[in-house]
């Protein structure tokens, strides 16, 4: 062989011992030998997530745990090849678990939970067993069906079987309890007088029996939701005629529907029940179960709201199986409620009498299955809204009270928690019919304002006195307009006497009423001659010649007028004259307009005639030839007239809020004192100090009256004719004056 072909294949060998030494994928050269590489272990284990790795000679596979798949339906694969996702047992298969269990799914696997009243003693998937409820409480010496009930067991529960007399109401697990039929007697004195409840006896009475009937009662025919809209039906149609007439009627009707809801809410299917009609609305809360149940009770609507528990409305004794509470509101019933508060006397705060109760919200019942309602082992809070907003002052105070078993409101065990102007929070130890009433207490002036009025109206009638001796006996002011001054201030003079004497003597009652007629009569006699004045003022500038009024015609209207508006109110309601805190017109059924009415209707006209005459005024005094002393005169009793006119009709802007509640009273009432007052004085100063005639008349009495006796004999001796017939003329010339 040649060198080269030695060469040759020397290389050649050598490139064959390169190739040969290298390993393959899966395996790793150690020591010139290739060893193969565990896939399936260490930190770098190429199959993770929910796989197994399987491991093969050069090579490995991954394969999904059990309870997941592929994500592409392959056995076997790589990494790479998509991921392992859960298996859904439960979807896949629907009674995997069987008939008695739900199926619940697990990551990877699932699990089997047996339905109520089945059990699986032996943790086998599907084997689910019934559970002996019956044998397992005889075994713990328990009362599953109560005292007269039977227990038989059925296949996943039991069933109370009750003797009659006694029911579960409908309910299968509900032990039996005694039913007392003869509580809705139909043909009771009651029901014979009150029309309607009668109705609701016969079918309670009804229902009671057919669920004491084990034949009807295994039937399960019971409609809770149906009876109760029966009930609310009835009720309405006794309360929606009109008022309950008697506080017996009141007492059995109230007794009668509290004892209907216990009767029909065991029966109701919902946990949360409400229904309502025009006069009632319900809101009733069941709970069901072998244990009592505990926790908060919340039941509330617009006018009410409960705060409760679960504890107190089951009670301490025997657990029937339920519990239940129940809010009723009677949407109209304080109308008829609206009295019997003899009770209540002297329970007020601070030993205060209350002059007068009234019903403040909407009455509310609260029931519940507790039989021992008197002594409750915790107070519940009963949340009222007003029916107006008015805050407590001193003259209003709201009391918490409910209605009692002798047919009356009492406060006892109920307390005001707190309050603001639109509710009020009771706490009550006991649980009937309830209400928050609102106490009104006698407005107490001050003394200052006592002071005022007194000092003010005997300052008043002093200067109408003065007007009225003026008026009646100065002979050079004599004519139609003194004659209505003179009758214009015996009409104040003797209302602001009845006023100052009787306002306030509310006893007794026929007094109080005689003197709120005076007042109504002569306050209008005022108002009817100031609008006399305003027409003799017009007929003076636009009837010169025929100003006067014939003394008749203005007695009808300044008297007549006045008398025959109090007939007409008297008759109409004879109840108005007089309230319990004041002689004067009641604030009820809009009776106060019997008086502010006519008033309001004068002072327009007196207006009217006013502004008439002021206007003719101004066209005379622009003509070419004006009377300036006549009409200089008639413009000084316009201006006075209406300044009259002015301050009276405010006087009475202030006396609408004289009697009403609330606290700008006490600052209408000061107003009205003071005006009042001024009255007296006013036309004692207008009509009488700023008259020429007057002021002349004054002085020449006060001169008879000062000046010595003799010497008023030697000036009557020594008067010369010239001074007589200066007098004479100035006689005639105020005389003259006076017929204007």
């Not at 790589?78 to 047992?89: A, F, P, S």
């Not at 713990?140 to 007399?165: A, Q, R």
């Not at 309910?171 to 109705?199: H, K, M, V, W």
Request: aromatic share 10%; proline share 3%.
């Amino acid at each position: 062989m040649g060198p080269r072909k030695a060469l040759l294949i020397l290389g050649l060998m050598c490139m064959l011992g390169a190739c040969f030494s290298q390993c393959g994928r899966h395996f790793l050269k150690k020591h010139r030998q290739c060893l193969d590489i565990y896939e399936c272990g260490g930190i770098k284990e190429e199959c993770q997530g929910n796989t197994l790795c399987l491991y093969t000679l050069g090579s490995y596979y991954c394969q999904c745990k059990d309870g997941f798949t592929n994500t592409k339906n392959k056995v076997y694969f790589k990494l790479g090849e998509e991921r392992c996702r859960d298996i859904n047992e439960c979807y896949n298969n629907t009674v995997i678990c069987g008939h008695k269990a739900d199926c619940i799914n697990l990551i990877g696997s699932y699990k089997c939970t047996c339905h109520s009243g089945y059990t699986n003693p032996t943790n086998n998937l599907k084997h689910c067993i019934d559970i002996d409820e019956c044998e397992e409480a005889e075994m713990k010496k328990e009362d599953l069906c109560g005292i007269k009930g039977t227990c038989e067991n059925i296949n996943g529960s039991y069933w109370c079987m009750c003797p009659k007399g006694y029911t579960n109401y409908g309910n299968e697990r509900t032990p039996c309890s005694e039913l007392d039929c003869e509580t809705f007697q139909a043909n009771s004195r009651l029901a014979q007088s009150l029309e309607g409840l009668a109705d609701i006896l016969s079918m309670m009475r009804n229902s009671c029996l057919a669920l004491s009937n084990p034949h009807i009662a295994s039937e399960g025919k019971t409609d809770g939701e149906a009876l109760l809209e029966k009930l609310l039906t009835a009720i309405e149609d006794i309360l929606s005629p009109g008022h309950l007439n008697h506080r017996e009627d009141v007492s059995g009707f109230l007794q009668t529907v509290e004892e209907s809801i216990r009767h029909i809410g065991p029966q109701l299917k919902d946990s949360i029940t409400e229904m309502e009609t025009t006069e009632i609305g319900a809101k009733i809360a069941v709970q069901r179960g072998k244990t009592q149940p505990t926790g908060p009770i919340l039941l509330t609507n617009e006018n009410a709201r409960l705060d409760t528990d679960w504890t107190t409305a089951a009670g301490t004794g025997t657990y029937p199986g339920f519990a239940l509470a129940a809010l009723l509101t009677y949407k109209n019933l304080e109308k008829s409620v609206n009295n019997s508060f003899e009770e209540l006397k002297g329970h007020e705060k601070n030993a205060k009498n209350a002059s007068s109760f009234k019903i403040s919200s909407k009455v509310v019942s609260v029931v519940v299955s507790n039989p021992s309602t008197q002594n409750l082992s915790s107070p519940v809070n009963i949340t009222l809204r007003h029916l107006n907003e008015t805050a407590e002052s001193f003259e209003v105070e709201y009391i918490c009270a409910y209605w009692n078993d002798r047919g009356a409101w009492s406060k006892e065990g109920c307390h005001q928690q707190q309050t603001n102007a639109t509710h009020t929070v009771c706490t009550c130890e006991h649980l009937s019919s309830f209400a928050v009433l609102m106490a009104l207490y006698p407005m107490t002036h001050p003394f200052a304002l006592i002071l005022i009025t007194k000092i003010g109206l005997t300052m008043s009638l002093l200067c109408l006195v003065l007007c009225i001796l003026t008026f009646k006996f100065c002979r050079s002011i004599q004519g139609t307009r003194t004659t209505i001054h003179l009758h214009l201030c015996v009409c104040l003079f003797v209302a602001d006497l009845i006023f100052l004497a009787g306002i306030s003597k509310t006893e007794p009652v026929g007094g109080c009423r005689f003197v709120a007629a005076m007042l109504h009569i002569f306050f209008l006699g005022v108002f009817m001659w100031m609008l006399l004045e305003g027409v003799q003022l017009y007929r003076m500038v636009v009837l010169v010649f025929n100003a006067t009024i014939r003394p008749l015609y203005l007695f009808i209207a300044g008297y007549g007028t006045p008398l025959v508006i109090v007939i007409i109110s008297a008759i109409v309601n004879p109840k108005g004259y007089g309230t319990k805190e004041h002689c004067w017109l009641s604030l009820t059924d809009g009776f106060i307009w019997s008086f502010f009415g006519p008033v309001c209707c004068i002072i327009f006209l007196n207006v009217f005639f006013f502004i008439i005459t002021v206007w003719k005024l101004a066209q005379k005094f622009t003509s070419l030839n004006p009377d300036l002393s006549t009409l200089n005169k008639i413009k000084a009793f316009t201006v006075t007239a209406i300044a009259q006119l002015c301050i009276l009709g405010l006087m009475w802007v202030f006396g609408a809020f004289l009697f009403e509640e609330g606290i700008g009273t006490t600052v209408a009432a000061y107003l009205f004192t003071i005006l009042n007052s001024l009255q007296g004085a006013l036309i004692f100063v207008m009509h009488c100090l700023l008259s020429k005639q007057v002021r002349e008349e004054y002085a020449y009495f006060l001169s008879c009256i000062c000046t010595p006796q003799k010497k008023r004999y030697s000036d009557l001796s020594s008067t010369n004719p010239s001074s007589s017939q200066s007098r004479g003329s100035q006689s005639g010339q105020h005389t003259g004056e006076s017929q204007i």
